[in-house]
């Protein structure tokens, strides 16, 4: 879970701007990243009640490759039958 309460302190016109900016900055600690990419998904996720009011909190996957890139996706979710 990425915590992203410290973008609500931000404006209210760039608060999903700096919810992205704290996803990148939590993967490089975390991972110890070269270079962070966020998935679309992830983004779109971010962006779905608009730039004023991004998600408190977001549970991602992180993976890195042999180059030190760290890809940031959404966890697959599990299908209840």
């Known amino acids: 879970m ?8 931000a404006p209210r016109y760039l608060r999903a701007k700096v ?4 996803i990148r900055e939590f993967t490089t600690r975390h ?3 070269n270079e962070v990419k966020i998935d679309k998904e992830v983004n779109l996720l ?3 009640r608009g730039i004023k009011r ?3 909190r977001i549970k991602l996957e992180m993976e890195r490759d042999e180059d030190g890139v760290v890809t940031v ?3 697959p979710t599990e299908e209840s039958s």
């Open 73 to 75: 996706r959404l966890p």
């Open 2 to 9: 990425v915590p992203l309460r410290r973008a609500y302190e």
């Open 46 to 48: 971010l962006w779905t």
């Open 19 to 22: 919810a992205v900016r704290i």
């Open 31 to 33: 991972m110890k990243a």
């Open 54 to 56: 991004p998600p408190r």
